[in-house]
């Protein structure tokens, strides 16, 4: 073929291939982008379903031998197919911003305000109904927490070093190194958004963390924080806006960020097409709300300590409690995994060993008698009367829960859930005050959410939350006839350990447990009382793994696109407590409204 021949024959060629292709085309129905979806959707009620999403006007399929087939649907001429139904997307929006916040606790407010920061127009949505000028209704676990934090004022290498020993390498090292970036300029940060924060020096880790840990400098690498100095609380400010709740709850209100109160999200609007979540489905007073994230969506919802089915799961059945938010019922948890989040550190918790609940009570109440400084005694017992460790350490710490989830093999049950706490009439008496906070009697903490102690547990002992007998005999069949002892507590023993703990009191050492000299307290004065103790506290860690941008992963470590996390939800606390969550909710919060500020908007 001569070189004229050739090029005619590719020519041809070509303009054969135009003429197929524009043919196919105008028989083919016209694509459609999402936007052009969006102009033509229909209402969207079903969660995350792909099947179906970009479904036609198809034949229908074969029949089977034997059948006779089913007529095709009839179809539009060609190019006039309106755009398919997308059921992941709903047919108006009610709301709108750049940056929608699930949960305006403590992580919620700094992912809020920082997201404002950097130029987002944000929207937050509250689970618990607004505050009214009479009654807290509002109760995030921040205002649950107090008032301080761990800060980091030391290198951000040895914060990495310090926290990867404390996690036991669980966290991968970038979210370490991101979190300690941010953790040596939490005060600055607290500061700007109008903090006035008074430091002590750190110099043990106490129970929280090994005080010998690497990376950490007794008295030198790590300093509490708080935002009033302690004289100046009171159970009227505590229970209406701790300091650093009035602090994080002030700046949202300065910025004039909106906040829909009483308006739980229910699940996660997803487009399964480009794995991206695109907005969320809230209900006010029983009926739906759309809320469209143009950039992202933060969970900032906390935790699963009031969800039992959860609870269940993770923690091996084992009965543990919670003093926190009663809607943190892990809401966050189950939309994060609709859309196919990996769930991780679940068994973790920043507990305690002596946590109450008691009936028709929203939320758990923190028992404190064992830092009380009045002259009575108290022990703690097992389901059988015995003592099993130094009540110093069993429950005390954000990680002596641990003690009470010790597994019986031989009988088939946690033996110390609920354990006893005993005490006598000096301590009843002469309680102290609760917990650090000035209030009340007997060491409660629960009233933040509405519960009310009264003066002297006459109340409490009336209801039959605390257990009375004249002697401890007369006490241990009382625990004995307990519902949540069924006959396992007996006479013999209960007196034997009160007995021998007395004769350590008298000798001022107790040879089996090591419990200091100066809280050896003996139980001397009738009558005596006992309380169901629990294992438990103010958070738990686990849920949807992140990167270190606070994004949201797969187990295939994929990215869930435009959704973040902040706060308790998904924490680094594993195995130890390097940093209260009041210091990590302002570090999430900070890097997860950044990121998702940043985020160019969805079309």
């Known amino acids: 073929m001569s070189k004229e021949q050739e090029s005619e024959s590719t020519v041809s060629r070509n303009q ?298 993770a923690f091996k059945n084992a009965r543990i409690e919670f003093y926190a938010n009663p809607g943190n019922t892990g809401d966050g948890h189950i939309m994060a995994q609709s859309v196919g989040a990996e769930m991780v550190h679940m068994p973790c918790v920043s507990g305690k060993g002596g946590i109450m609940r008691f009936p028709g009570q929203p939320s758990a109440a923190r028992c404190q008698l064992y830092k009380m400084l009045g002259d009575g005694g108290i022990v703690c017992v097992d389901q059988y009367g015995k003592r099993y460790g130094n009540e110093e350490v069993t429950i005390s710490g954000h990680t002596s829960f641990v003690y009470a989830l010790a597994w019986d093999q031989e009988r088939i049950e946690y033996t110390r859930i609920p354990h006893w706490e005993i005490f006598d009439e000096i301590l009843r008496k002469d309680g102290g005050t609760l917990s650090d906070l000035g209030v009340g009697k007997l060491g409660v903490t629960g009233t933040k959410s509405g519960m009310a102690w009264s003066d002297g547990s006459e109340d409490e002992i009336a209801k039959g939350w605390i257990l009375t007998g004249a002697t401890i005999g007369e006490l241990a069949e009382k625990i004995a006839a307990h519902p949540e002892n069924s006959g396992k507590m007996t006479v013999a023993t209960l007196q034997e350990t009160i007995d021998k703990y007395n004769e350590y009191c008298a000798q001022g050492s107790d040879l089996e447990f090591g419990r200091s000299k100066e809280n050896l307290l003996p139980l001397t004065a009738p009558p005596y009382y006992a309380i169901a103790g629990y294992p438990g506290g103010p958070n738990t860690q686990g849920g949807p793994r992140k990167n270190a941008k606070c994004q949201v992963l797969r187990a295939d470590d994929t990215v869930v696109k435009r959704l973040y996390v902040g706060g308790e939800i998904s924490s680094l606390n594993t195995v130890a407590y390097p940093m209260k969550n009041c210091t990590e909710l302002i570090i999430t919060g900070r890097i997860a409204g950044e990121n998702a500020a940043a985020e160019e908007p969805w079309v």
Request: charged share 20%; net charge negative.
């Open 16 to 313: 054969s291939i135009k003429e197929e292709e524009m043919a196919e085309e105008k028989e083919a129905p016209k694509r459609v982008s999402r936007r052009q979806f969006v102009k033509g959707a229909a209402v969207g009620g079903a969660g995350v379903a792909a099947a179906g999403v970009l479904a036609s006007c198809a034949p229908a399929a074969a029949p089977a031998p034997g059948e006779t087939a089913a007529p095709a649907p009839t179809c539009p001429p060609a190019g006039e197919c309106a755009p398919c139904p997308t059921p992941w997307l709903p047919e108006k929006w009610d709301y709108e911003a750049d940056v929608v916040v699930v949960g305006y606790g403590g992580a919620g407010a700094i992912a809020a305000i920082s997201a404002y920061d950097a130029g987002a127009k944000v929207l937050m949505l509250e689970k618990c109904p607004a505050d009214t000028p009479d009654e807290v209704l509002h109760t995030p676990s921040t205002r649950y927490s107090g008032n301080s934090q761990k800060e980091w004022i030391g290198s951000i290498e040895d914060a990495v070093t310090f926290l990867r020993h404390c996690t036991a390498e669980m966290v991968p090292d970038d979210v370490l190194e991101a979190y300690a970036t941010k953790w040596v300029e939490n005060l600055e940060f607290m500061e700007s958004i109008g903090g006035t924060p008074y430091t002590a020096e750190i110099t043990s880790g106490g129970t929280d963390f090994p005080s010998d840990a690497p990376g950490f400098t007794p008295g030198e690498s790590m300093v509490n924080v708080t935002h009033l100095p302690r004289e100046e609380w009171s159970k009227d400010y505590y229970l209406g806006a701790p300091p650093a709740w009035a602090m994080y709850s002030g700046a949202v209100n300065e910025r004039g960020i909106e906040v829909l109160y009483g308006t739980p999200a229910k699940r996660l609007i997803y487009d399964p097409v480009m794995g991206e979540v695109v907005g969320v489905e809230a209900e006010t007073a029983g009926a739906p709300v759309f809320v469209k994230a143009k950039k992202a969506v933060a969970l900032t919802c906390g935790g699963f300590q009031q969800n039992t089915r959860m609870k269940m799961e």
